[in-house]
């Protein structure tokens, strides 16, 4: 089995890939990410491209990368991760009540001698709030928890109590569909797990 590298310094990521006993070496991109998408799809996936370019051509080995991005869509606009806590209030006080999308982009890149091989996709996961009060998001703001987390809320996290309801890839929202990614690595012909 060739070295698997997650060119992602988040732990959900992490943790999603060792949740499906996948063995793998963590290696984070650490370049400036740019988007110059405006559907946010593409967005993702250019994320993603990036992140896992930039390591895989790093390394010159026979080795699989796997480079993800997640971003959250709220009437066409992008919600990053917030850089201020009033920047955070302001996401969730956009977000309460209504649907938005979350994308998460992936590329995986594989070289085995001369062989190389890649593959990029997104995912997309509709996710529906509650309605929040002025005084539950402040208060869930200063808990800290949105501050590294595009759209300002983790729904893995205690951001769970505000979710009425979502429709697609639960691990997609966390950050990594790896159902999804499990199917298209199988395309490839590369095993992820022991």
Known sequence: MKKIILASASPRRRELLEQIGAVFEVCPAKGEEKITKAEPGEAAEELSRGKCLEVFQSLDDDVTVIGADTIVVLDGKILGKPGSAD???QMLSTLRGRAHQVFTGVTVMSREGEKVQSVTFHE???VIFYPMSDKEIEEYVWEGEP???AGAYGIQGKGAVFIREIRGDYNNVVGLPVAR???ELKNMGIQIRE
């Open 181 to 183: 990614l499990y199917q």
């Open 87 to 89: 920047e955070a209030i």
């Open 147 to 149: 501050m590294d987390k």
């Open 124 to 126: 997309s996961t509709q």
